[in-house]
């Protein structure tokens, strides 16, 4: 097969797992994060030539899972208030934390899921408690997780 039949067939692969080519992805941790390719390797945990072969297509996936957490940590740590103000020192904080995370993947437990706690600060700052409260009672029936997502924003608050 000729290196960009390969290159369309893994972009596509990735479209399927990732949700969308990992190029993408890495690009706004790149720019979100102010770091090089490189430096952001190094916070994955992955060489730079590999990232670089994952992001052009060339290859297909992240074969390490811990590396596929981390990077979706770093994707988490961007909608956290202060990493999100972009002040140099949240995001030094933030690759710090996610390049000596030491996460674990098994069939039990995916240390990425469930942390939905750094989007209540975003929702609060685009609706106030009475705004969440009809959104979650209009999706309640269709939408029911999102319903939630939004009543925990609003229990959070509270608190």
Do not use: C
């Amino acid at each position: 097969m000729e290196d960009h039949k390969i290159v369309q067939r893994n972009l596509a692969l990735q479209r399927e797992w990732y949700g969308e080519p990992l190029g993408d992805r890495v690009r706004r941790l790149v720019v979100a994060f102010n770091v090089s390719q490189a430096q952001l390797a190094d916070v994955l945990g992955i060489s730079a030539p590999m990232l670089s072969q994952v992001m052009s297509g060339r290859r297909a996936k992240i074969g390490n899972p811990s590396v596929l957490a981390r990077m979706i940590m770093l994707e988490r740590k961007i909608l956290t208030p202060d990493v999100a103000t972009g002040a140099p020192e949240a995001l030094q904080r933030a690759l710090d934390d996610v390049r000596e995370s030491k996460p674990t993947v098994s069939r039990d437990s995916l240390p990425v899921n469930g942390d939905e706690s750094v989007a209540y600060p975003v929702l609060r700052r685009v609706a106030d408690r009475l705004e969440l409260q009809q959104a979650a009672d209009l999706l309640h029936e269709d939408f029911p997780a999102i319903a939630e997502l939004f009543r925990r924003a609003i229990r959070a608050a509270s608190r």
